[in-house]
């Protein structure tokens, strides 16, 4: 993105080069190396665009150990949703030159969850990719938090999860599907009788067993430990995983009980085990979020508009 603009207000005069250098500096960790390769060009040049930015501004945009850039000062996280904002509007109007030229192709950048990645999409990446063979799909697997921030800072087109994403209001949330947990059990365990049974299983006697569920801040754990809490009870987590491939595999081996999103109990794959549906948890939505001052490529329009479609009968 070569950037040679000039903004003179008053006694600013504010290159956007030097907006860009500020940007992504910021998303690469601080880490002005890293920015310099991306950018192609040299650390000390980068330097030289922070500092010129600096004096126009009269103050340090970040802070600093030694030569070391450590984070934001309170001006520099003012600054950030504005260059956020800037970087939106110049990105919406590359869309609209590279879909007049040729709306066929192109990369679309998808920020999700190894959950929704593994369990969700794969029918929509398939279709996606019959429809616009020409497209580098890219598949960016991370925690909702990071999918949040990737959106918005422009890193990925679109982000879907289920927690995070409708707390930001920069994003433009699209409601893809709701979901619940399931429990997932042998099917020589005591449990078992209760396969297919809504709320078969109680929340006491759940409790009683140990269980194997999502590390925190991903799937809907947070929900659990809280209703668990609620109700005085502290269940043993004897496992706490990302993957319901990985509970799925340690409940197959004895380990303990599972509790597991219902679109990733796959029956199929692992045949000895059961579910037992639960509403105890709560119902969720997974959404797809997308800067809602920006435009995305039409194909990655495309994109949201089969990711709805595949659960609206």
């Known amino acids: 993105m070569a950037i040679d603009i000039v903004i003179n207000q008053r006694h600013l005069q504010i290159q956007l080069k030097q907006l860009e250098t500020v940007w992504h500096t910021i998303v690469n960790g601080y880490n002005l190396s890293q920015a310099a390769t991306l950018l192609h060009t040299s650390q ?30 309170p001006i520099g996280k003012a600054l950030l949703p504005h260059i956020e904002a800037i970087f939106a509007e110049i990105r919406s109007i590359e869309n609209l030159s590279l879909d007049f030229n040729n709306a066929s192709e192109g990369t ?34 991370a925690d909702p938090e990071t999918i949040a921030q990737m959106v918005i800072r422009g890193q990925a087109n679109i982000g879907i999860a289920t927690e995070s994403l409708l707390n930001n209001d920069v994003l433009r949330c699209h409601r893809y599907y ?79 009980v599972g509790i597991i999103a219902e679109m990733a109990y796959e029956p199929k794959h692992y045949t000895d085990l059961v579910a037992i549906p639960i509403t105890y948890f709560g119902r969720f939505t997974s959404w797809i979020a997308v800067r809602d001052d920006s435009e995305v490529r039409k194909f990655g329009h495309e994109f949201i508009k089969l990711c709805q479609e595949q659960f609206a009968n």
């Open 44 to 73: 000390s040049s980068l330097s030289k665009q922070i500092h010129a930015l600096e004096s126009q501004l009269k103050a340090d945009v970040f802070t600093r150990q030694g030569k070391r850039l450590t984070g934001l000062t």
């Open 108 to 141: 679309l950048t998808v920020a999700t969850t190894h959950t929704q990645a593994r369990y969700v999409l794969p029918s929509i990446v398939k279709a996606f990719r019959e429809k616009f063979c020409k497209v580098n799909l890219v598949l960016q697997q």
């Open 178 to 256: 709701d979901w619940s947990h399931v429990v997932i059990v042998p099917k020589n365990h005591e449990l078992a009788i209760f396969a297919g049974v809504l709320d078969g299983v109680d929340l006491p006697t759940l409790a009683s067993y140990p269980l194997i569920t999502y590390h925190g801040g991903f799937t809907g754990r947070g929900m659990i430990d809280q209703v668990f809490a609620k109700e005085g009870l502290t269940p043993e987590i004897v496992l706490a995983a990302l993957d319901a491939d990985v509970i799925s595999t340690y409940v197959s081996s004895g380990l303990g």
